[in-house]
């Protein structure tokens, strides 16, 4: 009577411990990747945000690393038409005087920070093709 009982808690306990799992699986949504560009050039670092074009749903969003981005685990980006706004940062090549708290003469790298204009995407369910995003500053 007692291994029964054991074994019924068990089972009710790997139930209610996949049903998430379950549930998720369900929601739809895309696995998203690509790169950014301004002027040629891949985007230092920066961040990209997908938001719902018609204000429904949650925005998802992530980090933009040598141009590149992937947005994968955690809540999948909603199918459909987005508006993405990218926030990116590119060295200049110079280098200038670090503020404080750094020591005194310090140099560090020249960076500006670029809010792009709005661009679109259409999301769709499960691996999407890369996209590609060409900012130009002049």
Excluded: H, Y
Aim: glycine share 14%; hydrophobic share 35%.
């Amino acid at each position: 009577m007692r291994v029964c009982v054991r074994a019924r808690l068990w089972q009710s306990c790997l139930i209610v411990a996949l049903l998430p799992v379950w549930i998720g699986c369900g929601k739809g949504g895309g696995i998203v990747s690509g790169e950014v560009t301004i002027d040629g050039k891949p985007v230092d670092s920066g961040s990209i945000v997908f938001i719902p074009e018609d204000g429904q749903g949650p925005s998802r969003g992530g980090k933009i690393a040598d141009g590149k981005f992937l947005l994968q685990g955690g809540e999948p980006i909603p199918p459909g038409k987005k508006t993405v706004k990218i926030t990116a940062s590119m060295k200049t090549g110079k280098q200038v005087e670090a503020s404080p708290p750094a020591p005194p003469g310090m140099m560090i790298d020249e960076a500006v920070l670029i809010n792009a204009p709005p661009q679109e995407a259409v999301i769709t369910d499960g691996q999407n093709e890369p996209l590609t995003f060409t900012i130009t500053t002049t």
